[in-house]
């Protein structure tokens, strides 16, 4: 037994993206001011109101026309092209020194711990000439 499924069921369009997007139906229904159950729904329609699909599309972050053309198959051609040399398409130099970093962040501490010290400097002798002065 063999199972087919149709190339333009819109629904399991967004069910994809949706899924690729790492999102949740509840968290799209949400969004859409929609239950859950209506989203599911709306995936296993496999047509859709020009102005559902636009909302859905906005709220998945795409157009409406990437969901009518969306192809897994595309998507996988389009990973397996961008990713099967990492050398040539992957930069994974730093763009600034890591130890310059590291040394603005200890000048920021001693700064502060400066700034803490003296306020605590100046409550001390407050508190001293208050002392000094009930004497």
């Given at each position: 037994m063999t199972t087919t499924t149709k190339p333009n069921h819109i629904g399991r369009k967004i069910a994809r993206i949706r899924e690729l997007r790492g999102m949740k139906q509840e968290t799209l229904a949400e969004e859409?001011?929609?239950?859950?159950?209506?989203?599911?729904?709306?995936?296993?329609?496999?047509?859709?109101?020009?102005?559902?699909?636009e909302k859905v599309a906005k709220v998945l972050g795409v157009?409406?026309?990437?969901?009518?053309?969306?192809?897994?198959?595309a998507v996988f051609?389009?990973?397996?092209?961008t990713f099967h040399d990492q050398s040539a398409s992957l930069n994974y130099n730093c763009t600034f020194n890591p130890l310059d970093k590291i040394m603005e962040l200890i000048d920021e501490n001693k700064k502060l711990y400066e700034r803490l010290i003296k306020v605590e400097q100046e409550k001390y002798l407050e508190l001293r000439n208050y002392t000094d002065n009930k004497k």
């Open positions: 859409l001011g929609i239950s859950q159950q209506s989203v599911s729904h709306i995936e296993q329609s496999e047509t859709l109101e020009d102005e559902k699909l157009t409406k026309e990437a969901i009518e053309n969306f192809s897994e198959d051609n389009i990973i397996g092209n």
